[in-house]
Structures are given as structure tokens and as C-alpha cells.
DNA sequence: CTGTTAGCGCGTTCAT
DNA sequence: ATGAACGCGCTAACAG
């Protein structure tokens, strides 16, 4: 592989000048911009960006932590992330921070931390505080997105929605629509663990929403699942067995929701005319299954967008970043589509 | 950040010194071990991985090039892909080469060349044959995955699996339970070209079974439609009305047969009773949807798998790589789940 | 067992 | 407008 020397010398001009020409900086003569183009092309000459990065003192790349990338949830993030990163000349790393701990891997941590890396972006509810937390003080830029609770590190630049709203619109639309008999199926990272649960803040706001109806919901109508189809299928049939009565299910998201749709259509309920099904998040699926699932938008993509920005931002100079735009909340918004309607009767 | 230099000095040693025992390389006196370890830890030092990519003319991490990593397939390529290339040391860049121009995306090919990832991945069919070949060249070790056309090109190593073969495997199940008027369909990246086709190999292998039983597939009967649930329903959906008597479809992926699967659900059709559906590649979903679905599974996590490891390999030493290794087919095999099952009649 | 030297390939002064 | 020299942080080869 050529270097800028190899191209220097053949072009019978200094790196500098082949430097200055190929990234457009300084001044040149038309004749040695024509001279250093042309050899590099006949070169097949191409930057080493590994060298460019040590001496710049910045890497072309910035991380983004999952818990996992088979949920479509976080795919439909990475896809949005990877074009805003695209569009600012970076790339993109892909780290299943998941490990059987259930902590942040800290060699991967370390890696971003040793500038592989210039950014982060760690996604996920509360996922490895600790090994998060130690690593800030290196003065690693982070950004926190999709982060359930928001006000869990102040400290840390954050770009998310509010979940507890999210929570709120799905139980308002149920209640609105005139539930009563409301079941709950809610997601959980550690389904072994009894009473794990991991959406607390769309939980809550659920709860809250439906407490302004005088609903409450008991303990056999929450089911907690894994957080997959087919744990919503399952905590469903659950949810079902235990109490045939409820009108309306709302999922913690959407995958847990297409499970509930899936338990209905296994059991011949129909959907929404026996059983209305709500989602949250919005992934794109859920407006692929039949029936369309209704649920709480909370804008994935936009996420994505903000958080790749914000970090950049931080990276490329912190001084011109407002401190209002180091804590991003969005606003969810319902969705209404096939899977709600008002109960039998 | 503190650097090599930093600790050497705090240490009272040289630099060479830090690596070697940082890197557990060479040998030094316990004391000295033990001094370089308290220092660094105390300057929570992290070696610069940027720094030694270039001194070592190495990098840590390898790229793979998708078409859509929306699709649940690409994603459960990515996780396993990562795993492995994590096993080994290495991180991953997820790079959506899909372009409006549907070829391969020059910037991202050159950024790899650039020694930003030492290595790459290529999935998909007939994607960017053009400035792939242009880059090989270059010297970057490639590596082709889940490729359609096993031979297209017979000098680059390439990791797949016989799809002519899986479909013949789906057109012979489908034949065996007893269908004659079966219908197809199939995906194409360019859903708005008439006539575009992606997955030859399965709809020549699916074909050719068929023809074994004398079941042609008249054009009314082949219905295309882009890669996606919705593109499976909407074909599923104009194969129907022009043809409501097959009594059997087999898609080209998992995605457009659970499309399938919905505009069956939609139009009451009882799957298998009345329609039976077989799907490809075996994605997770397809065991999760309801029925079930009956499909042919390719592997996918021991094609990345084997993928990653044959490009490390590759890289570490050519010379060591069999000619053997050069060239994997992996073999598909039925998955009969709830979505098959005779003709009514 | 440890230190010295010499790069890795590129960007960046500061002269010229 | 152009070039020489130095530095980025680390590893490798050799010397002691």
C-alpha cells in the first residue's frame, strides 16, 4: 500500500504538499494539485486512517452500546445512528455491552476509552452503572440515550423521552377508550429473577394514568416477560389463564405487545373487538402485524439522530454546546392504529 | 491521558519497560511488574489503541457491509458476528453500504482500505460487484458472506450456503405434503423495477424441484414484492386475487412468508388447513409468529460465525488458510413447524 | 532483565 | 507556494 511519501516522491514534491493538495487545505499550484492528484490516482493511493487519526489526536469513529441488537428496537436505532454518523464523516461501532453479568463490558469500554473510539453512546435502561460510572471521570465524551430514567446521572449528557409519559398516554388511551379490566405485560432484562422488571418509568406512568380512572391493577393482571415476542406471548397466556375478564392489554413495548397479539390470536380472541393490545416505542413491525398494532411513538430514529449529534458536538468543542442540549427529552405520542378499540361492552 | 511516556516515567523505567509488561511480553523482575502495575493503575492508564494500530500496522476491528441491517436477518448476522469477532479480540463497524445508487458506498470501501478495519465482510447478493472487485486489489482481505451466487466470483473467499439448494429443499416439502398449485414470493431490492428479482438461486432451486412433480409456476403465481413483511403481505395479497386456488406459498425469506402469513390471517384463511406457507433462512421470528412457521434454515450465526473467523484467519496468516477454508457452503435444512401441512384436498 | 533507538504514516508548524 | 523537521503514542529489534 502507497504512503504519502511513496506519492511525495513520485510526484517529485514534499508530504506536506501531497498532504495539503489531497485534503484541500492551504494553497497550491494548479500545476502540483494536477501533478499530486494524478499520482495518487495511478497510486491507487489511499490515507492510512489509523496514522491520520494519532496525529490529528481524533479517531473517525464513535461507539454505541446495546444491551442487544437482535431486539429491532435498538436495530432501527443503529441503523438511524450510523447515517447521522455517516453524514459527519464517522463511523460507527457496534458493541453488545450485554454480558452474563448483566454489566457494561469493560473491556469495550476500555477500547473506546483507549480513543478507538472518540464517543459513546450507551442506550439501555440501567445497564452497568458501575463500569459507566468509573469510566466517566476519564474524560471519555458519552452520551446517554433511550435511558429510561432520566434524572439518573444528572451529570451526563442525556438524549431520551419520557417514558413515564409514554406510560401515561398508553393508559390514558385505554382508559379513555373505556377500560376498566386492564391487564399489564411488562418487560424484564432478568426474567429468571422474580419481580424483575425493567420499564419503571413506563410502568409508573401507566399506573398513574390509570389511577386517575380508579383502575388499579392487581398483581395477576402484571405479567412480566422477557422482553420478546415470545415472552409477551407467554406472560399473556399467563395474564389470560389467571384473569379471563380484562378488556384491554398495554405492553411495555412493542415486541411484548405483538406476543399479547399473537396469545389472542392463539386463544381466538379477537383483536380489538374481545381484547384491545397497545404497544410503546413504535418500531416499525408494529405497523406491519395485523392487526396494527396501536401504540406510544416515542420517535426512535429522531433519537438516534440527537444523540449522535450532541456527542459530536461535545467532541468537536463543549463550549459551543448550550447546556440546555445536554438533556434532550422527547415527547411520545400516541399512535392509534387496529389493536385498540372500545371493550365488548 | 496519561500515556506510555507518563507511566514510564512515574515508574522509574522505560517505555519499553511499561509495554512489556502491560503486554505481558518478554520478562521483568516482579518488582519492577508490580511498580508499573501500581502506577499505571493509578494513573488509570489506557494504552492508546490508535498509537499501536499504527506501531503494530495492525487494527483491532473489522467492518461488514449489509444492505439493510433493518432487516432481522442482517441484525442476527451482526450479533453473532460480533460475538465472534470479539472472541477474537476485534470490534466491529457496521457500515449500510445500500446507497440510493444501490451500490456499494465508495467512502466507507476506502475508509477500510484506509487500515481503519483491517479486514471485511460482505453480505448480500448482487450488491456492489463493481467497486468490490475495484477494491480487492488493493490487498484488503475480504471475505464474502450468505452470497447468492456461489461462483460469482470464484477467487474471493466466501462463506455461504447452497440457496439453490434451499430451495429445492422448500419446493420438494411443499411437493411432498401433496401441493400442485403453488405459488411464489419472492424479493427484490428494487421492488419498483418491473421484473427485478434478488434471490435467483432459491427461486431456481424452488423451480426445479417443482418441476420434478410437473408443478410449473405460471407467472400470476410468482409475485414480487421488496423485502419486508409489508412487501410479502401486499405480493401475498395480488397472488390471492389473481389465483385464490393455490393452496400453498413458498417465499424467498422469512420476512415476506410471515407477510404472508398476515394477508392470509387478514383474508381468513386458516394456515395450514387452507393455505400453507413455508418461509427462508430462519430468522427468530419466524419461530415466534403464530403459526409458526414452517421454513429452511440456513444457519445464519455459524455463517457469521465462520465468516469472521476465516477473514482473522486470513489476516493473521494467509498462508496457514487451506484452500479448502476458501470456499464454505453450508448446507440448509428443513424446519417443519405449524405454517405446512397437506392440501385440504 | 531492562533501556535505547528507530520507526509506523500522517498533520503541522515555521521557515524559505 | 513549498519543504524540513518534529510530534502523535506505541511496538520492535537490538544492545547492554
Not at 45 to 67: D, G, K, M
Not at 137 to 148: D, H
Request: glycine letters at 8%.
Amino acid at each position: 500500500m502507497p504512503t504519502l511519501e511513496d506519492v511525495a516522491k513520485l510526484a517529485g514534491v514534499s508530504g506536506a504538499t501531497v498532504s495539503n493538495v489531497l485534503r484541500q487545505r492551504g494553497a497550491a499550484s494548479a500545476a502540483t494539485i494536477a501533478k499530486v492528484q494524478q499520482v495518487a490516482r495511478d497510486l491507487g493511493y489511499r490515507p492510512n486512517l489509523v496514522a491520520r487519526a494519532l496525529a490529528e489526536r481524533r479517531s473517525p469513529t464513535i461507539a454505541v452500546f446495546f444491551t442487544n441488537i437482535l431486539n429491532p428496537f435498538y436495530s432501527e436505532f443503529a441503523f438511524a445512528a450510523e447515517r447521522a454518523a455517516r453524514r459527519r464523516e464517522h463511523f460507527l461501532l457496534i458493541c453488545n455491552a450485554a454480558t452474563p453479568e448483566g454489566s457494561l463490558d469493560t473491556a469495550y469500554l476500555n477500547a473506546v476509552a483507549g480513543r478507538l473510539a472518540e464517543g459513546l453512546i450507551v442506550l439501555g435502561s440501567d445497564l452497568g452503572k458501575q463500569s459507566l460510572l468509573a469510566m466517566l471521570p476519564a474524560g471519555v465524551p458519552v452520551v446517554l440515550s433511550t435511558w429510561e430514567e432520566t434524572d439518573m446521572y444528572p451529570t451526563v449528557p442525556c438524549v431520551t423521552v419520557d417514558f413515564h409519559k409514554a406510560g401515561q398516554l398508553a393508559g390514558a388511551h385505554l382508559a379513555e377508550l373505556g377500560h376498566r379490566r386492564i391487564g399489564i405485560v411488562a418487560g424484564s432484562e432478568h426474567p429468571e429473577i422474580v419481580g424483575d422488571v425493567a420499564h419503571h418509568a413506563r410502568l409508573a406512568g401507566l399506573r398513574k394514568s390509570l389511577a386517575a380512572y380508579d383502575v388499579t391493577v392487581p398483581s395477576p393482571r402484571l405479567q412480566i416477560g422477557s422482553d420478546s415476542i415470545e415472552g409477551g406471548r407467554l406472560a399473556t397466556n399467563r395474564l389470560l389463564d389467571l384473569d379471563p375478564t380484562v378488556t384491554a392489554i398495554a405492553a411495555t413495548n412493542d415486541l411484548l405487545a405483538i406476543g399479547a397479539l399473537q396469545a389472542a390470536a392463539e386463544r381466538q380472541i379477537r383483536v380489538p373487538d374481545s381484547l384491545s393490545v397497545i404497544g410503546l416505542t413504535g418500531i416499525w413491525m408494529s405497523a406491519q402485524v395485523r392487526p396494527a398494532l396501536t401504540t406510544i411513538d416515542i420517535a426512535t430514529a429522531s433519537l438516534a439522530d440527537g444523540s449522535v449529534n450532541l456527542l459530536l458536538d461535545l467532541i468537536d468543542d463543549p463550549a459551543t454546546v448550550p447546556a440546555s442540549a445536554l438533556r434532550v427529552v422527547g415527547t411520545p405520542a400516541l399512535v392509534r392504529r387496529a389493536s385498540t378499540g372500545p371493550p365488548a361492552r
